[in-house]
């Protein structure tokens, strides 16, 4: 059984406050509009470097690949299954064409495959 605190049925005691990490906290008031507030937060300068950007070959070859494209809304992660062996010689096509320096994706190369199987397929309805 517990034990009570003879304190609390006291008449005479004193009182105990309670303790707030608030307490010494300045109290909210309204603003007021006459006089301009300035931010606490100060914009940060950064410094501007001006420099030629340096074109290499990688880089002429990715922009002409994507002067040649049409800009065309691309939908995110549509799936589609594919089988295993599709994908392990995608990925072998693409490692060999980036190291051999040609910037290139699997996705880009499934829409080039899908665009080119549906021009042909178009023209078969035809």
């Known amino acids: ?12 005691a004193k009182t105990s406050t309670l303790k707030s990490s608030l307490d010494n906290m300045p109290a909210i008031q309204k603003r007021d509009l006459k006089t301009p507030t300035q931010s ?4 940060v300068k950064t410094p501007v470097i001006n420099h030629q950007p340096s074109i ?5 070859i990715i922009s002409k690949q994507v002067e040649k494209l049409v800009k065309r809304a691309i939908r ?5 299954d594919i089988y295993e062996d599709q994908y392990v ?4 096509l ?3 064409l980036q190291m051999k320096g040609v910037q290139s994706s699997m996705s880009q190369m499934v829409r080039e ?5 549906l021009t042909a397929k178009k023209k078969e309805i035809k």
Not at 56 to 60: A, Q
Not at 89 to 92: K, N, S, T, V
């Open 1 to 12: 059984m517990k034990t009570p605190r003879i304190l609390d049925f006291d008449p005479d």
């Open 40 to 43: 606490p937060i100060q914009p």
């Open 56 to 60: 290499h070959p990688v880089k002429e």
């Open 76 to 80: 995110t992660r549509h799936p589609f």
């Open 89 to 92: 010689d995608l990925r072998q």
């Open 94 to 96: 693409s490692l060999g």
């Open 113 to 117: 495959a899908l665009d080119s199987y």
